[in-house]
């Protein structure tokens, strides 16, 4: 079974259609990461949580928001899509910092969302 | 702050070729190195992480990076080229103390000839 899963894998949708991108993961991971990926721009990160009470934006959050509803789970909102949002988002997660070990960071699949 | 540049969109080899995918960086402060792996529909995989333990870094599927300061690289090579090695890979930074946040580059993809 997959530790780190995304749901929807693909979604078609509107302009000015409310989605949400929900992600779950049973590694017990701390914190969690909602990226998107564009050609040519890599990933960037939108928003981030370190727990369930600590969210923080990352360098491309506006249009978006995020609800971290348990140490788990944690969701993307578009709150009024727009076609520019089309994109492959990444769901993330990490242990948390232990003295001078870089934990890396482990991703799920993947959700395209295409907005018409 | 950190930043990351991946020198060449794609890089194309033929099979059983070396494959050497560059990556430079900016730190601040002394650096945590990723290469990540993208195979078609699929999420990121961890190749291999630098953590200043060693220079020469080993990953899986035969391939290893060298964390060299005074050029600010982190290059990952691979002495012979495979078919199940085309992908897009992608070189990511964070800063020691910087919390989990990684800096990526933009991507190579990595396109193998028979």
């Known amino acids: 079974?997959?530790?780190?899963?995304?749901?929807?894998?693909?979604?078609?949708?509107k302009t000015g259609k409310r989605i949400m991108l929900e992600c779950s993961q049973t590694k017990g991971h701390d914190r969690m990461y909602w990226y998107r990926q564009d050609p040519g721009l890599g990933l960037r990160l939108i928003y981030y949580s370190f727990d369930v009470k600590d969210i923080n934006k990352g360098e491309i959050s506006d249009g978006y928001s995020v609800s971290r509803q348990a140490q788990a789970k944690f969701s993307l909102s578009l709150e009024s899509a727009i076609p520019n949002q089309t994109a492959l988002y990444f769901c993330a997660t990490s242990d948390a910092d232990r003295a001078v070990n870089g934990n890396e960071q482990f991703f799920g699949p993947g959700t395209r969302l295409t907005v018409l | 702050a950190q930043s990351v540049t991946?020198?060449?969109?794609?890089?194309?080899?033929?099979?059983?070729?070396?494959?050497?995918?560059?990556c430079n960086y900016s730190s601040s402060v002394p650096p945590y190195?990723?290469?990540?792996?993208?195979?078609?529909?699929?999420?990121?995989?961890?190749?291999?992480?630098?953590?200043?333990?060693?220079?020469?870094?080993k990953g899986i599927n035969g391939f290893e990076?060298?964390?060299?300061?005074?050029?600010?690289?982190?290059?990952?090579?691979?002495p012979s080229a495979h078919m199940s090695d085309a992908a897009?890979?992608?070189?990511?930074?964070r800063g020691y103390n910087q919390g989990g946040k990684l800096i990526f580059g933009q991507g190579t993809e990595l396109s193998v000839k028979p």
């Open chain 2, 88 to 93: 897009e890979y992608f070189c990511a930074v």
């Open chain 1, 1 to 13: 079974d997959a530790d780190v899963t995304q749901t929807p894998r693909n979604r078609i949708t």
């Open chain 2, 65 to 78: 990076a060298e964390f060299k300061k005074s050029e600010t690289s982190f290059h990952l090579t691979k």
């Open chain 2, 33 to 57: 190195l990723f290469w990540y792996v993208q195979y078609p529909n699929q999420g990121l995989q961890l190749l291999l992480k630098y953590t200043s333990a060693a220079t020469l870094v």
């Open chain 2, 6 to 22: 991946q020198l060449g969109s794609h890089v194309s080899v033929s099979e059983g070729a070396l494959v050497l995918l560059r």
